[in-house]
Each structure stands twice: as C-alpha cells, then as structure tokens.
Nanobody, 127 residues
Framework: QVQLVESGGGLVQAGGSLRLSCAAS????????MGWFRQPPGKEREFVAALSRSGYTTYYPNSVKGRFTISRDQRQNMVYLQMNSLKSEDTAVYSC????????????????????WGQGIQVTVSS
C-alpha cells in the first residue's frame, strides 16, 4: 500500500505560480509512474500531468503544456507539480496518483490506470 498526501495548494492571483507537492509513504521501495489530476468545480476530473517510472518521460495536455511541470525526488519520495502562469480556469481540486502497471518509460493519462490516490488539495486562481 502507498499513501499519498498533497500540499502546497491555496489562493493565487492569475499569472502567479504555485508548486504542489505529493508525499508518498508506505510501500515506496518500488518506483511508480506518477500523475496529477484535477477536478474543477462542477466538472469531471481531468488529467493534468504524467511522469514515467524512469523519470525521463513526461506528458501534458495542451491546456497546461508549457505552464506546468511534473518532477520527482525519488530519494525523498516526493512528486511535484510546478504551475506557472496560472489562469482562473486552473481553479480545481488537484490530486496526485501512483500507477504500478505502467512500463518503465511509459506514462498513464487515464484515471483507471492509477492504483493509489491522494485526498486532493484546493487551488484557487483569482482573476
């Protein structure tokens, strides 16, 4: 079992930046493919960023490409989501997730591929 806890959310003005952190505990000796998802108010959860087990492959949807960056610190069992040039439409509850069945250099964009989820953290961007 793996437990994931997000931190770093909050209120930020449009154009600003935030860095979300995801701390993993439990069975962290294995390397997992990681992802970030978000759920805007009144909408379904959507994919935001993915990172391969190797750490060499990332993937982003067009909505955040060039603004968001996913990274990890394997020694610290941490995964980060750096969010720059934030827009009001980025307002959402953000969750990190870990996938166990993704290939070494592969990424997962579908929720169903993830086995463990954090509880989520609110990010609000004011315009």
């Amino acid at each position: 079992q793996v437990q994931l806890v997000e931190s770093g959310g909050g209120l930020v003005q449009a154009g600003g930046s935030l860095r979300l952190s995801c701390a993993a505990s439990g069975r962290t000796s294995s390397t997992y493919a990681m992802g970030w998802f978000r759920q805007p108010p009144g909408k379904e959860r959507e994919f935001v960023a993915a990172l391969s087990r190797s750490g060499y492959t990332t993937y982003y949807p067009n909505s955040v490409k060039g603004r968001f960056t996913i990274s990890r610190d394997q020694r610290q069992n941490m995964v980060y989501l750096q969010m720059n040039s934030l827009k009001s439409e980025d307002t959402a509850v953000y969750s990190c997730a870990a996938a166990t069945s993704v290939s070494w250099n592969g990424v997962a964009t579908a929720e169903t591929l993830y086995d463990y989820w954090g509880q989520g953290i609110q990010v609000t961007v004011s315009s």
